[in-house]
């Protein structure tokens, strides 16, 4: 159902992006059905989104207008607290989400603060880096907060769109890279997207092949899996982190994590630094977004292609 909205007078620090593509990314999906309680009704989802800049606030001094520009998760910031002067505006408490009560990119036109608004490097076409804006930044940030480089060996768990970004940029960083899936179909794109090593993670036997060998294992599936046997893949010293945001409270037993000192963390995306220097590795390294491209109309239809797991591996709207 097409939804109309007045924005109101553009803010001195926004910017008003004309879209052009927007990826669909399963917390789109999440917000959808309110699986998190913060969804508010009626609202434009969308938060992978390459446009051009329509128009700037009076006091932003970085962006014109005509330039191409990307917008992921998060659209502002308070700008002043502990996190965001230190260049972690990610984790700022007051952070607003591009469509989080507000109005996202399945649309014509989004407003953002222009401090969130980053310009695409040339070499990336705009319908393959779209996904990058969130699911590329949101793999990128624990590859780099867990210090991948090239002796490590990470395991990257369900290969979707988050999985099968996470895929190129582990091999970019150097590491050996394992895919864990329940798609067994997925094997051979897996390997080509740059994974040296696949398990099917429904076979206790291939799980049991691959125990205290991963440095880091990064979680990006929705659904509730049994986490004991990936800490025991883990070495020690190893972590399991969690981007993918499963149904069910995360049970695990203390004594594999003292024994070899192993940990489990999560993270949200990803700095708008962070997601600049992502945009430059994909760009020189080529990473990119294999996608579905589908009409900005026919965005029901690709929600329930995401839905049903059918999409390999981001779908994309254009306008
Ligand atoms: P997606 O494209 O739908 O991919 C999810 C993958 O999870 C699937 O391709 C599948 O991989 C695996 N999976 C699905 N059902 C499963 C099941 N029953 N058991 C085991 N594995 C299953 O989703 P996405 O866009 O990549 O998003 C993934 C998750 O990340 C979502 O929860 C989303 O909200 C979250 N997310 C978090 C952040 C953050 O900042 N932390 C940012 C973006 C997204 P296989 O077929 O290979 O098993
Ligand atoms: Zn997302």
Redesign the pocket.
Known sequence: MSFKYDPGDLGPNEVEIAITHCGI???DL?LIANDWGISQYPFIPGHEIIGTIKATGTEVLSLEVGQRVGLG?QSNSCGICEWCTRGMENLCPASEGTCVHRNGGYADLVRANSRFVIPIPEALESEHAAPLL??GI?VYNPLRIHGVNPSSRVGIV??????HLAIQFARAFGAEVTAF???VT?EEEARALGAHNFVNSRESKAMKEVVGTMDLILN????D?DWGVYVASLRPTGTLAF???PPSPVSIHAFPLISGQRAISG???GSPYMLKEMLDVAARHGVKATTELFPMAQVNEAIEK?KK?KVR?RAVLAN
């Open positions: 990314c399963h917390s999440h998760w969130c699911g949101t369900g290969i979707g769109g988050l999985g899936s329940t798609s997925k990006t599936a929705n659904a899996q981007v993918g945001v993270s949200p995306i995401v797991g591996y």
